[in-house]
Nanobody, 115 residues
Framework: EVQLVESGGGLVQPGGSMRLSCATS????????MSWLRQAPGKRLEWVSS????????SYADSVKGRFIISRDNAKNTVHLQMNNLKPEDTAVYYC????????RGQGTQVTVSS
């Protein structure tokens, strides 16, 4: 059974930083490309970033490019999202998913950017 457990969210002031983590199990993590998605209240699910398998080439939505960094730890089956210079519009529930299966998600972690 695929399990995805996100953590690290919370409340942060604009301009602050936060690091999200996603612990995974139930699939071959090393060969699986991973993504972070987010969903703000009343809005559609939005792709944020992806990282390929192996050494992991990365890609980012324009809205977060230059501020967010996705990484993976293949030894721990974990994917991270370092978020810097956070803005109020980054407020959302953040999910990690397998690139091939957005439908299987964990509970997500709430990120709130507010003064």
């Amino acid at each position: 059974e695929v399990q995805l457990v996100e953590s690290g969210g919370g409340l942060v002031q604009p301009g602050g930083s936060m690091r999200l983590s996603c612990a995974t199990s139930g699939f071959d993590f090393i060969t699986t490309a991973m993504s972070w998605l987010r969903q703000a209240p009343g809005k559609r699910l939005e792709w944020v970033s992806s990282i390929n398998s192996g050494w992991g080439s990365t890609s980012y939505a324009d809205s977060v490019k230059g501020r967010f960094i996705i990484s993976r730890d293949n030894a721990k089956n974990t994917v991270h999202l370092q978020m810097n210079n956070l803005k109020p519009e980054d407020t959302a529930v953040y999910y990690c998913v397998q690139v091939r299966d957005w439908g299987t998600r964990g509970q997500g972690t709430q990120v709130t950017v507010s003064s």
